[in-house]
């Protein structure tokens, strides 16, 4: 795609968001109607909040996006996500050689919030030590042109990941990019398997090969190209920062954090258990939700400060399942959020549950479009030594405005009319 200077550094022109974020916009105020005006109002009450969103060049009617995962893994199940009204799909990631993707079984483990871990308790985090697509490119390429086929006015994001190889990843782009996809996530973030492989979360944590791969892959792509985040790094505007000045137009965040679900304590063994061993794989659900809002935010910070937010975006990931979960990325700067844990617990019809909870949560605020509330939240969000200056100041002036004589309590009698001229409203 074709650049643009960065103080100094290459970076591609993006396909432009709606607009910049942190101008909060004003919410229209209430009028109560009028005989005169009433109509004019009521039909204005009918109005729907406007779910469409347009990033990187591309609209999607809603900012739901299943994330890269089990949910996109083939033709049907994509197919069954436009059919019931996701924004857009992240296919499951694809590599050149799916023959070197060997899965183990069983690869997910779950965390229940129940007493004793009842098993009947409600599932709030899910570890998997799944691998990126077994299914052979071929195969998902022919599932994505016909997607793309069916569904010309759909976003199909393909997911991919390959070695530390430069031919090998620019094939990789060149081939997805001729099934018609929209635009392209790069998994620099599975932190289980691939690094092994010096893959996924391998790259995404070191930001010398993280700014190779990225620069070799914008040099080939003419989609957009969103950069996938790890969240175990400590600083994760780091690799973010890098992804965006290496040509990428987004970032997503986050993938799923590293973790060990467990152990049972009756076999010592840990879970999930495969043949009596296990690896750390990656945690995902409504437990890793705070902390993807925390990496977001900062990514967000970063972003604003740093990069014109008409050209880049940011897709929020992690433990979404209500509208309000979304709503919570969206005011941190985000321009889609992704589902996919809440997708496997709950079904692809989520999509409609997710957005009539948003466009309630909409309709409270008087918000009529996505872009009146994304990025409104991220100014309250400063140091702990400024929290202390403001509390301090706080405390300062609620002193001074108790001031003088508060209520009739208070006379002493000593002196009516010095008692009285301390009665200041400030
Ligand atoms: C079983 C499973 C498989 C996943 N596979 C992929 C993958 O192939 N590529 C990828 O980028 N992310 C993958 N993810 C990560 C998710 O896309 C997402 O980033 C993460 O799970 C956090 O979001 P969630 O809480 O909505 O699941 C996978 C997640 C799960 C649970």
Same mark, same amino acid.
């Given at each position: 795609?074709?650049?643009?200077?960065?103080?100094?550094?290459?970076?591609?022109?993006?396909?432009?968001?709606?607009?910049?974020?942190?101008?909060?916009?004003?919410?229209?105020?209430?009028?109560?109607?009028?005989?005169?005006?009433?109509?004019?109002?009521?039909?204005?009450?009918?109005?729907?909040?406007?779910?469409?969103?347009?990033?990187?060049?591309?609209?999607?009617?809603?900012?739901?996006?299943?994330?890269?995962? &089990?949910?996109?893994?083939?033709?049907?199940?994509?197919?069954?996500?436009?059919?019931?009204?996701?924004?857009?799909?992240?296919?499951?990631?694809?590599?050149?050689?799916?023959?070197?993707?060997? =899965?183990?079984?069983?690869?997910?483990?779950?965390?229940?919030?129940?007493?004793?871990?009842?098993?009947?308790?409600?599932?709030?985090?899910?570890?998997?030590?799944?691998?990126?697509?077994?299914?052979?490119?071929?195969?998902?390429?022919?599932?994505?042109?016909?997607?793309?086929?069916?569904?010309?006015?759909?976003?199909?994001?393909?997911?991919?990941?390959?070695?530390?190889?430069?031919?090998?990843?620019?094939?990789?782009?060149?081939?997805?990019?001729?099934?018609?996809?929209?635009?392209?996530?790069?998994?620099?973030?599975?932190?289980?398997?691939?690094?092994?492989?010096?893959?996924?979360?391998?790259?995404?944590?070191?930001?010398?090969?993280?700014?190779?791969?990225?620069?070799?892959?914008?040099?080939?792509?003419?989609? &957009?190209?969103?950069?996938?985040?790890?969240?175990?790094?400590?600083?994760?505007?780091?690799?973010?920062?890098?992804?965006?000045?290496?040509?990428?137009?987004?970032?997503?965040?986050?993938?799923?954090?590293?973790?060990?679900?467990?152990?049972?304590?009756?076999?010592?063994?840990?879970?999930?258990?495969?043949?009596?061993?296990?690896?750390?794989?990656?945690?995902?659900?409504?437990?890793?939700? &705070?902390?993807?809002?925390?990496?977001?935010?900062?990514?967000?910070?970063?972003?604003?400060?740093?990069?014109?937010?008409? =050209?880049?975006?940011?897709?929020?990931?992690?433990?979404?399942?209500?509208?309000?979960?979304?709503?919570?990325?969206?005011?941190?700067?985000?321009?889609?959020?992704?589902?996919?844990?809440?997708?496997?617990?709950?079904?692809?019809?989520?999509?409609?549950?997710?957005?009539?909870?948003?466009?309630?949560?909409?309709?409270?605020?008087?918000?009529?479009?996505?872009?009146?509330?994304?990025?409104?939240?991220?100014?309250?969000?400063?140091?702990?030594?400024?929290?202390?200056?403001?509390?301090?100041?706080?405390?300062?002036?609620?002193?001074?405005?108790?001031?003088?004589?508060?209520?009739?309590?208070?006379?002493?009698?000593?002196?009516?009319?010095?008692?009285?001229?301390?009665?200041?409203?400030?």
């Amino acid at each position: 795609m074709a650049s643009l200077s960065f103080t100094g550094t290459h970076i591609k022109t993006g396909r432009s968001s709606a607009s910049g974020f942190g101008l909060p916009r004003r919410p229209t105020t209430l009028i109560r109607p009028s005989r005169v005006s009433f109509k004019v109002h009521a039909s204005e009450a009918q109005e729907e909040p406007d779910l469409s969103v347009n990033v990187n060049g591309l609209r999607l009617p809603n900012p739901f996006v299943i994330g890269s995962g &089990p949910p996109g893994t083939n033709y049907t199940v994509m197919k069954r996500a436009f059919d019931e009204g996701w924004g857009g799909v992240i296919a499951k990631t694809v590599s050149l050689d799916a023959a070197k993707v060997i =899965n183990v079984t069983p690869r997910y483990a779950r965390l229940r919030a129940a007493v004793n871990g009842s098993a009947k308790g409600e599932i709030i985090g899910w570890e998997n030590i799944e691998l990126i697509s077994d299914r052979p490119l071929e195969t998902m390429l022919k599932e994505f042109k016909q997607l793309k086929e069916e569904y010309p006015n759909r976003i199909l994001i393909a997911s991919i990941m390959e070695e530390y190889n430069k031919s090998a990843w620019q094939e990789l782009v060149d081939r997805v990019e001729q099934t018609g996809v929209d635009a392209i996530e790069v998994n620099f973030s599975c932190p289980h398997g691939m690094p092994e492989r010096k893959m996924g979360a391998a790259v995404g944590q070191d930001c010398a090969l993280l700014e190779e791969v990225c620069g070799w892959i914008n040099e080939k792509a003419t989609v &957009p190209v969103w950069a996938k985040m790890t969240p175990n790094i400590t600083d994760i505007t780091q690799p973010a920062r890098v992804a965006l000045r290496s040509g990428c137009e987004g970032v997503a965040a986050i993938n799923t954090i590293m973790s060990v679900m467990g152990i049972n304590l009756d076999t010592l063994h840990p879970e999930p258990c495969v043949e009596g061993y296990s690896t750390p794989g990656g945690y995902s659900a409504r437990a890793v939700h &705070p902390i993807a809002l925390g990496k977001v935010m900062n990514i967000a910070k970063m972003m604003k400060a740093e990069f014109d937010l008409n =050209n880049y975006s940011l897709s929020g990931i992690g433990g979404v399942e209500k509208g309000g979960d979304a709503a919570e990325f969206i005011l941190l700067g985000a321009n889609t959020v992704q589902v996919c844990t809440g997708v496997m617990m709950h079904g692809y019809g989520l999509v409609k549950k997710l957005s009539a909870e948003l466009k309630d949560f909409m309709r409270k605020h008087n918000f009529k479009s996505i872009e009146d509330f994304r990025g409104v939240s991220l100014q309250y969000f400063t140091t702990h030594t400024d929290l202390v200056r403001r509390q301090q100041e706080a405390i300062k002036q609620r002193k001074a405005t108790r001031k003088g004589l508060q209520s009739d309590r208070e006379w002493t009698g000593d002196g009516f009319v010095k008692e009285s001229e301390s009665m200041v409203s400030n």
